[in-house]
């Protein structure tokens, strides 16, 4: 079993620099890439057609006097909370993607290299220089604790120039981004706090990072991270109590009902829809919520009650897929005494019980067209008549639906009323699947843990390094349910004071990514390449059409010999050939063939242990014809 790692990263930094100087690449063949020479070697710039990219990903050079300009706009005209809001929520989202970009482009390098590049990558951006002070990551227990030193922070650079020294730090957009980066890597929110800035008239700035339930006030933190006031960051709030086992983490007591519906997110797209509640939720409009299935849109929809000026009144939910046809309109509109056989009392329908309050009507494309017309009639004119009963009611009620269906396509195929859906679709809100906003992974599950160890009364620690990539990678069908669902499963199925590993996770036949399941040549589960990032090895191994290269070489490389190619001779061609494209670089020759790292090293290592051994002349060089 792993102990726990204590790691300076400065140690490990410098180490590195030494290594790069002699040109160590039997240690990058180790797992210590990258190295800030392999992510310069990633950057590459196209001036003819205006184009820059980073291991695939376009980028764009500012002037950091326009970016500040910029920041001065945002201040002035937004107030210096919701621009630093803003430019946090930039940052985390930057630093969530540099972390998936190089876990994509080097799959098979530990999570303690991943860390130490993303101050590398931090400082090839031109952000700032990073010295980490004290570095401590449990691979196994996923725990977390680190210390760093930012020099020439460009941000600060930009602040200073237009509001001069002041009391509060400014390094904003950075600091998103460490969150980012981090919690990407450890599958769980880490949050970092500027205790010097520069800013402030400190000669450098000074940053600690731990988990947010480690934090005091940690709200403040998180309320940055938060579009919307009203998004859950409380959830995160409440630090731990003392405990005599430092690793574990012990959630409180529920705050009260429903935390399990509080709503999580930082991405664009969330925000995006948040901005939307925000902006409908005072008006009495009618909302329909559209997305796939578990995207939380009774959440969305109870949260809309929950700021507007009718929350103080009922909420009410309908399933409208759960309920029989038959039974439809009694639920909707209640029922009379003597309706129909069985109707021994009068009740009140959904429609009664949520006058002065919402009504919130879920899968409403499963209405039957007679349903519907029904329900138009109530949307119209504002009353209802219950089954059985001789007199109408009027009810004042807003109404709020939701659907998993494009009811525009089944208005055209005739099973969904078009005057119905135009009274419905007077503001939709889409809400984006959880595969668009995969920056709100790390919080979710940070999230859910800390609920269901509460619910459970477990104690675990967080998520292991493997599981948390795992779940960053996973493609949840299911949405934020499932996501939901995975985390209740680890925690009960994760050791007492343990960490939640990769077989705690996916047991129930989930088509996880076969990546998480091969072997190194040492034993060692590990991730293998993933096909979509072969476009990318291609581009940095001398534009995106490398590739097609290779398989351009094929037919004149068989006719130079006639057709007398061995297979071996044929792969190691085509190997060298890919090595001489990639500038020497074995990562993106190795995605240019399709292979892994380890795999085209040892095809390389082969090669020379068999040209070390008794071999022909003709041999020695494949495509090199033998001496007659």
Request: contains cysteine; proline residues 4%; hydrophobic residues 40%.
């Amino acid at each position: 079993m792993k102990k726990k790692q204590h790691v300076s990263l400065a140690e490990m930094a410098r180490s590195t620099g030494k290594m790069l100087a002699r040109g160590d690449s039997d240690h990058l063949n180790e797992g210590a890439a990258p190295t800030l020479e392999d992510l310069a070697q990633s950057l590459h710039f196209s001036p003819g057609d205006g184009r820059i990219w980073l291991n695939g990903h376009r980028m764009q050079l500012m002037h950091t006097a326009s970016l500040g300009d910029l920041r001065r706009e945002m201040v002035s005209n937004l107030g210096l909370e919701k621009a630093r809001g803003l430019l946090t929520r930039v940052g985390y989202s930057a630093g969530m993607r540099d972390a998936q970009l190089l876990r994509e482009r080097w799959p098979d390098a530990d999570h303690l290299t991943l860390f130490a590049a993303g101050p590398r990558m931090h400082a090839l951006e031109g952000a700032v220089k990073v010295e980490p002070v004290h570095f401590e990551f449990d691979v196994d227990r996923g725990t977390y604790h680190g210390e760093f030193l930012w020099h020439h922070s460009s941000e600060d650079e930009m602040h200073i120039a237009h509001f001069g020294i002041g009391t509060e730090p400014a390094c904003w957009t950075q600091t998103g981004y460490a969150i980012g980066y981090t919690s990407a890597l450890v599958g769980r929110l880490i949050v970092y706090r500027e205790v010097e800035c520069m800013s402030m008239g400190h000669r450098q700035c000074r940053l600690i990072g731990k988990p947010a339930d480690e934090w005091d006030d940690v709200e403040d933190d998180l309320s940055y991270l938060n579009a919307e006031a009203f998004v859950g960051a409380g959830a995160f709030g409440a630090r731990r109590p003392a405990s005599s086992r430092d690793t574990a983490v012990v959630f409180p007591a529920a705050a009260g009902a429903g935390r399990d519906k509080e709503m999580v997110g930082v991405s664009s797209a969330f925000n995006a829809a948040c901005h939307m509640l925000r902006r409908v939720a005072p008006t009495e409009a009618t909302v329909l919520f559209t997305g796939e299935s578990g995207v939380g849109k009774e959440v969305f929809a109870s949260m809309l009650h929950r700021i507007s000026a009718r929350a103080q009144q009922s909420f009410i939910a309908v399933n409208c897929a759960a309920i029989p046809e038959t039974l439809i309109e009694s639920e909707l509109f209640g029922v009379e005494r003597g309706a129909y056989t069985g109707a021994t009392d009068s009740r009140p329908g959904r429609f009664e019980r949520a006058s002065g309050g919402t009504l919130f009507l879920d899968e409403i494309g499963t209405l039957s067209l007679v349903a519907q017309g029904k329900l138009l009639r109530a949307l119209q004119e504002g009353e209802i008549e219950r089954v059985g009963g001789t007199r109408s009611l009027r009810v004042n009620v807003r109404v709020v639906a939701a659907t998993n269906v494009n009811l525009r396509e089944e208005v055209r195929q005739g099973r969904f009323r078009e005057d119905l859906f135009f009274r419905l679709n007077v503001f939709p809100i889409h809400l984006p699947p959880l595969r668009d906003r995969r920056d709100d992974i790390p919080l979710l599950m940070s999230y859910f843990l800390r609920h269901y160890s509460d619910k459970h009364k477990r104690r675990v620690t967080g998520f292991t390094a493997r599981a948390a990539d795992a779940m960053l990678r996973y493609p949840f069908p299911g949405n934020i349910r499932e996501l939901q669902n995975l985390v209740e499963r680890g925690t009960i199925y994760a050791d007492e004071d343990g960490p939640i590993d990769l077989p705690h996770l996916f047991t129930s036949g989930e088509q996880t990514d076969p990546s998480y399941f091969s072997l190194s040549v040492t034993g060692r589960l590990q991730q293998a390449a993933e096909p979509g990032p072969v476009a990318a090895g291609a581009a940095a191994a001398g534009g995106e059409e490398g590739g097609q290269r290779l398989l351009a070489m094929l037919p004149g490389m068989l006719n130079n010999r006639g057709g007398a190619w061995s297979l071996d001779q044929l792969e190691h061609t085509l190997i060298e050939a890919a090595c001489a494209q990639a500038g020497g670089n074995l990562s993106a020759a190795a995605r240019a063939l399709g292979l892994t790292r380890p795999q085209l090293a040892y095809r390389l290592k082969k090669r020379q242990e068999q040209a070390a051994g008794p071999v022909s002349r003709g041999a020695e060089r494949p495509g090199t014809p033998a001496s007659d």
